[in-house]
């Protein structure tokens, strides 16, 4: 702790003079649309911005904001107006004279690919296009290869399955939202993130640590948000392919059409798999056989910051196979001479959200969505099948209020149906004596009311945000979740931010502890799973500066997690079995991250990061490290652009420290390993060539061929006693090659 606030108050060090705070508005044309890149500026200074991708701007207030209303004026192109603003504290919309044709304009971002937004009071890692283009992002989790907060992790490598962690904890510990809604719970927890190509998505929000209470009582330690592109900005045409070394195809396609009052996108998506591999002569794949057809559409009417109605509907539909196992197994064969995981599900979703916006103080909002999901799978002798249906329904009511309307208060009330059918039996050859087959079926009803205003003091110095919400659990009563939020700005260039919340959740076995199927331990359930409970308290100092041409943005953050009750198989007990108890004692998570990222003439980026974590619970009098997290952890990212943009060169290291794995001291001697892994890295690079139309690029992950040897425990016999496939510490499929193309058709003629 000590050390944080040494590095917090070098931070505040670094700031110059008090300066006042930023104006936020938006910039639109004649027909209401925004206008991406337009300068904005005070009359008569040398402070202006640049509007962002969505014509939202944040500009510094001069030294004197006495002489209201200032001259501001707004920019682009040879269009130039001058508007009176009389309120400095409130959000503006300034329309210009001007009709603007976006599709003849190149609008080039002044901001990296990633950053941390200057407009949110919760501290916000904004990842945009991009940055999501120095990759492959095939999926979710692959679009978080140049960041350093959020860490994909395998579940299990036989089906490629992968959680999103933040401070290294599970990622059931932080909320996943899709325009907003949780959509990814339950059952869809298991292959979720992999379902979400990253050519469809806009952006990318991620938050540490407490945030906000209206999307629920989850995310106890994060939220990750993700923005699906927008017909509004899409280009009308696009269209991705991936091939990799191992065969993989991934394909991608999308329509969008924009209208005055509508516009509307379609996405759509299939992967193919590749060929049956295996490096380390194990008879398993090194990575499964993944089909996968998928569609999105999203239809908008109007925008949300207009007075009136305002709406958008969509829906997705995801048909899914993947196979793991050894190369022999046939998942239509009927055999059980080879071991084998086979997973098929179909996963129908829609959602909304409409609101009416009465004036510009008052605004009511209806989200809502329903999600289902019927599964059905097969780990080598275990069948588990699981149907899932799960409805969400948000009505929010906000309101401007105080002097000069200053603060922001949203209230409302809030609605989950979840519903979960789960059968698990074995086969006849099944030899383990193993007891928890059975039909498992849950279902939760949990209304819940919530209020949570947003203050700003001093021209926006001070920022704060407090939030109550209490939800009512059929079997476990009231749950009241408070927290809050605080952002003081010395300086436009330097934010102090702190927060602290509580959050609770409800645990789901299976879906959530997919390796507890895959292996040959007897899961044995000791009592009745309570929702895990847990606060979590953190702080941030975020500096902005430049030396010449050079722009640096310097960040620290420490976070600290404790849980009041907590969900974790033990491992350690029994070789030969996964205890499922409650654990009500100390257990703690400890995250500190520091950040350096740089960039000039737009044609060079670079990022460095660190983060120390420190996981463990109390047990048996001592200290024990939950075991697959790193303690120390390094990121460097790298970005060099040619002029004019037409050859794009990206490179990453991810350096991960030594990991504790799970006791098996009493296993018989071949079944053993050691109770840490060693320390490992890899490297990726990409290269992007741009023409009018269309981006070529090609690359390799895990350049120097990094594996975990025979990651599989028992894989000689996995029929038998102690096979285990959840061992994996480390990179499992080794070097990776991938070229492709975006093709861009933008409608001009």
């Avoid at 670094?14 to 639109?28: D, E, I, K, S, W």
């Avoid at 190509?197 to 990750?224: C, D, F, H, R, T």
């Avoid at 009465?358 to 009511?364: G, L, T, V």
Wanted: aromatic residues 12%; positive net charge; contains cysteine.
């Amino acid at each position: 702790m000590k050390r944080l606030l040494l590095i917090l108050w070098l931070f505040a060090g670094l700031a110059p003079g008090m300066r006042a705070q930023y104006f936020y508005g938006q910039v639109t044309d004649a027909k209401e649309s925004p206008i991406p890149g337009a300068i904005v500026a005070w009359a008569g200074t040398v402070i202006g911005a640049r509007c962002d991708e969505n014509g939202e701007f944040a500009i510094p207030l001069p030294r004197d904001t006495s002489a209201v209303p200032l001259p501001f004026v707004a920019i682009f192109e040879a269009a130039r107006d001058t508007f009176l603003i009389d309120d400095l504290s409130s959000y503006w919309t300034v329309q210009m004279a001007a009709t603007v044709t976006l599709q003849e304009v190149t609008v080039r971002d002044e901001v990296t690919g990633a950053y941390i937004s200057v407009l949110q009071p919760v501290k916000t890692e904004i990842i945009n296009r991009a940055e999501l283009r120095k990759a492959a992002c095939c999926d979710l989790a692959g679009c978080f290869e140049t960041q350093s907060t959020v860490q994909p992790t395998t579940t299990n490598i036989l089906t490629n399955a992968k959680e999103l962690r933040i401070l290294g904890l599970s990622g059931v510990y932080n909320q996943v939202l899709v325009d907003g809604l949780p959509t990814i719970q339950g059952v869809t927890y298991t292959y979720g993130t992999g379902t979400i190509p990253g050519s469809m998505l806009e952006n990318i929000w991620v938050v540490k640590g407490a945030n906000s209470v209206l999307q629920g009582y989850e995310g106890m330690v994060g939220q990750i948000t993700v923005f699906p592109r927008e017909g509004s900005i899409a280009e009308p045409v696009t269209a991705d392919v991936l091939v990799n070394s191992f065969g993989e195809k991934h394909l991608n396609a999308a329509f969008a059409t924009k209208k005055t009052r509508w516009n509307n996108y379609l996405a759509l998506h299939n992967s193919q798999p590749g060929g049956r591999w295996d490096r380390d002569e194990d008879t398993f794949l090194d990575l499964p056989l993944l089909t996968r057809y998928a569609v999105y559409n999203k239809w908008r009417y109007r925008k949300e910051n207009e007075n009136g109605l305002s709406a958008f509907i969509g829906v997705r539909y995801v048909n899914e196979a993947r196979v793991g196992g050894q190369k022999n197994f046939d998942p239509d064969g009927g055999t059980e001479r080879a071991y084998g995981q086979h997973v098929r599900f179909s996963q129908p979703e829609v959602f909304t959200k409409t609101g009416y916006r009465f004036d510009a103080n008052r605004k009511i909002s209806l989200l809502a969505s329903f999600v289902a999901q019927d599964q059905r799978s097969r780990f080598g002798l275990t069948q588990y099948d699981a149907g899932q249906r799960y409805a969400y329904a948000n009505l929010q009511y906000e309101l401007f209020w105080g002097k000069k309307r200053a603060h922001d208060l949203k209230t409302g009330i809030s609605f989950r149906h979840f519903v979960l059918h789960e059968i698990v039996g074995f086969a006849t050859a099944d030899t383990l004596g193993r007891t928890f087959a059975g039909d498992y079926r849950r279902e939760e009803n949990i209304p819940g009311a919530f209020a949570e205003s947003t203050f700003h003091f001093q021209d926006d110095r001070w920022v704060w945000v407090a939030g109550i919400r209490a939800d009512r659990h059929r079997d476990f009563g009231w749950y009241v979740t408070p927290r809050t939020m605080l952002r003081f700005s010395p300086s436009p260039d330097l934010d102090l931010r702190a927060s602290f919340g509580t959050g609770w959740r409800t645990v789901n076995i299976f879906p959530e502890n997919i390796a507890l199927l895959a292996g040959s331990r007897d899961i044995v359930f000791t009592e009745t799973l309570r929702p895990e409970r847990a606060w979590n308290a953190g702080a941030n100092a975020t500096r902005r500066f430049a030396i010449g041409t050079m722009r640096l943005t310097a960040t620290a953050d420490f976070y600290h997690t404790r849980f009041q009750n907590q969900f974790f198989p033990d491992y350690d007990s029994d070789p030969g079995k996964a205890v499922i108890a409650n654990f009500t004692g100390r257990s703690e998570s400890n995250g500190l991250q520091l950040e350096l990222g740089t960039a000039w003439n737009r044609r060079f980026e670079l990022r460095a990061a660190y983060n120390f974590l420190d996981v463990f619970r109390h047990q048996n009098g001592r200290k024990t490290q939950l075991p697959f997290n790193p303690r120390h952890k390094i990121l460097g990212a790298a970005t060099f652009r040619t002029p004019g943009e037409r050859w794009q060169f990206d490179a990453n290291l991810h350096w991960y420290g030594k990991q504790r794995l799970p006791d098996t001291r009493s296993n018989p001697e071949h079944l053993r390993r050691p109770d840490h892994s060693e320390a490992w890295a890899v490297v990726g690079m990409q290269v992007r060539r741009a023409l009018t139309l269309i981006e070529f690029f090609g690359g390799c992950e895990n350049v120097f061929d990094f594996r975990q040897s025979r990651p599989i425990l028992g894989w000689e016999q996995p029929f038998a006693r102690g096979f285990d496939p959840s061992f994996a510490w480390g990179p499992t499929r080794g070097r990776e090659f991938y070229v492709g193309f975006n093709l861009k058709l933008n409608g001009k003629k």
